[in-house]
């Protein structure tokens, strides 16, 4: 008996697949017919488009927030030194140390950025600097990074290039630091201390050969499980950074000798100690990455510093108040320097006058 060629009239109508509502799927390979997963994905996609709007508005917010934790708990301090009827000129004069050495650190990733980049307008470049440079008041390193990728593009500089930009830019800064810190050495810590040469040596060697800093630099990619640079920076722009690298530890290391001698430290002993224990304190808090600006960090090692020009209590207010005029000095930088690059507004078209009849 052959089957039936028809259903029965009792059956339930079946309708063909795909034409239903039957979220059966279909079985046939390479076929979907279940439309939930486009939705889902377009569920998915807005949290992120919300959040993109909302880091122009969060990002802000966020450095503020840091550059308010930074100075809590500090005016106290401050305020002694200033109500000291001699302590103004060398507070003015720390302040504009500090806020020279904020430009020649911006000199520094410029340089880099030219060497790696397309052309970029100074206002333009500028204005991504001290973006980025402000985020480091918010924990964690990656703040910078992304203000620096989302207007960095919209300059039309690539992704891997602003990323090539930032880390050469961090390790001429920490390789620079920790070659100018050892020249406190002999005050802090004596004759012991020889192999603290060690890094000035291997800056120097960079220097000489400063291909060296892009294999170290993929080193250092590969340690995070990124990808390593794809571009490569010229000799010439890497010992340009090299140098203006040094000379903002150079003359940042000043306000804290400004600091340190208004309370009482040897002038010509408290030079080298200071300038060389600022740039090592600061590059070695720049990486503890999960405190804003090293904050802490940088203010432990200080205190190693300065104790060998000065007591324990006064060593201890000047590095408070070294943290209070470096943030004052960078936000005042930093601020004129956003204000002075606001994007221009463009003059409204011209109504065309009427002709007369």
């Known amino acids: 008996m052959t089957a039936p060629t028809?259903?029965?009239?009792?059956?339930?109508?079946?309708?063909p697949k795909g034409?239903?509502?039957?979220?059966t799927p279909d079985p046939t390979p390479g076929r979907t017919t279940d439309p939930q997963p486009?939705?889902?994905?377009?569920?998915?996609s807005a949290p992120r488009g919300r959040l993109r709007r909302a880091l122009p508005v969060l990002f802000p917010v966020a450095v503020v927030t840091g550059i308010g934790f930074a100075l809590y708990g500090r005016a106290?301090?401050?305020?002694?030194?200033?109500?000291?009827?001699?302590?103004v000129p060398y507070l003015l004069a720390a302040l504009v140390a500090n806020g020279l050495a904020v430009l020649l650190s911006m000199a520094t990733w410029r340089t880099l950025l030219a060497d790696l980049g397309p052309g970029v307008p100074g206002r333009t470049a500028t204005r991504i600097y001290f973006t980025s440079y402000l985020g480091k008041y918010v924990p964690g390193a990656v703040w910078g990074v992304l203000a620096q990728l989302r207007m960095g593009g919209a300059a039309g500089v690539s992704a891997p290039v602003v990323l090539a930009v930032f880390l050469l830019n961090l390790i001429v800064a920490v390789l620079t630091g920790l070659a100018v810190g050892p020249i406190a050495a002999p005050w802090t810590i004596g004759a012991e201390a020889w192999w603290l040469v060690l890094?000035?040596?291997?800056?120097?060697?960079?220097?000489?050969?400063?291909?060296?800093?892009?294999?170290?630099?993929?080193?250092?990619?590969?340690?995070a499980r990124r990808p390593a640079p794809a571009t490569r920076a010229s000799d010439r722009g890497m010992r340009r950074a090299l140098a203006s690298a040094t000379a903002s530890w150079g003359v940042g290391g000043l306000h804290l000798w400004a600091l340190a001698v208004?309370?009482?430290?040897?002038?010509?002993t408290a030079l080298p100690v200071c300038v060389g224990g600022f740039a090592l304190a600061t590059a070695a808090a720049s990486l503890v990455v999960v405190l804003p600006d090293g904050w802490g960090a940088r203010e432990a090692l200080l205190l190693l510093a300065l104790t060998a020009v000065l007591?324990?209590?006064?060593?201890?207010?000047?590095?408070?108040?070294?943290?209070?005029?470096?943030?004052?000095?960078?936000v005042l930088v930093g601020g004129a320097a956003l204000l002075l690059t606001l994007p221009r507004?463009?003059?409204?078209?011209a109504r065309p006058i009427p002709a007369k009849d």
């Open 6 to 15: 028809t259903a029965p009239t009792t059956a339930p109508t079946v309708a």
């Open 19 to 23: 034409t239903g509502p039957d979220p």
């Open 38 to 44: 486009a939705r889902t994905t377009g569920q998915e």
């Open 76 to 87: 106290g301090e401050l305020a002694a030194l200033v109500l000291r009827p001699d302590s």
């Open 199 to 223: 890094p000035g040596a291997v800056t120097v060697a960079f220097a000489v050969r400063p291909g060296l800093l892009h294999h170290l630099a993929a080193s250092a990619a590969r340690l």
């Open 262 to 268: 208004m309370l009482g430290a040897p002038p010509l």
């Open 311 to 330: 007591p324990w209590q006064e060593a201890t207010a000047v590095a408070v108040a070294s943290r209070v005029v470096c943030t004052l000095s960078e």
């Open 345 to 349: 507004r463009s003059a409204p078209p």
